[in-house]
């Protein structure tokens, strides 16, 4: 019996295998380098930067990676050092089906640390104070040697906070001091 029970097993596992293989890889929906507008957190920003309703036309824009101090920045935060803690970036992000999503992972590099939101509602965080205000600083370190990787971070059970045509995605970077030597906030975003 134990025997005909591991040989049932066995082959489950057989076809659990094979049924991974025939899933379809993920997009790469975001990717590092891209535009996004963003804002310096010389001042507080409004309270809805988050969201999809909020008009950003007077924020810069630039590309990912947000940072100074490293060679892996391709938007220059010049004024950050010495000056404030945070940093907010904002992307929208267009899914024409919905339905076809089932799956969904943010990749970050950053220095020191975040909070990602999808459409207003917080996704994903790291080194990041569970109620964060704009002087709110990175909660501890993410040295250089793990910034230079994407970390993953799996946010399938958001995708319900995804609608058809137009999403935002958006990152309040946080650094862990005004004085800190360097800062990199670098999002990609895969689905599938």
């Not at 929906?29 to 008009?55: A, C, H, I, K, S």
């Not at 950003?56 to 920045?73: L, R």
């Not at 965080?125 to 993410?142: E, L």
């Amino acid at each position: 019996m134990l025997s005909a029970l591991l040989g049932c097993l066995q082959l489950a596992g057989t076809d659990l295998l094979k049924a991974q293989d025939k899933l379809p890889e993920p997009v790469l929906f975001l990717d590092e380098g891209e535009e996004y507008t963003y804002f310096r957190g010389t001042e507080e920003p409004p309270v809805d930067w988050n969201t999809l309703e909020f008009d950003d036309f007077d924020w810069e824009v630039g590309n990912s990676g947000f940072g100074y101090g490293d060679v892996d920045d391709n938007t220059i935060i010049d004024d950050m050092q010495n000056s404030y803690l945070s940093i907010y970036i904002r992307k929208f992000i267009n899914i024409d089906d919905l339905g076809a999503i089932n799956f969904i992972q943010l990749g970050m590099r950053y220095d020191d640390g975040f909070i990602a939101y999808l459409n207003g509602q917080r996704v994903a965080d790291a080194n990041a104070p569970r109620i964060a205000g704009w002087t709110s600083q990175a909660t501890g370190p993410h040295d250089d040697g793990a910034a230079i990787r994407y970390e993953n971070f799996p946010i399938s059970e958001h995708i319900g906070k995804l609608q058809k045509g137009v999403n935002i995605l958006a990152i309040h970077g946080l650094n862990t001091s005004p004085e800190s030597s360097d800062l990199l906030i670098s999002p990609e975003l895969r689905a599938s």
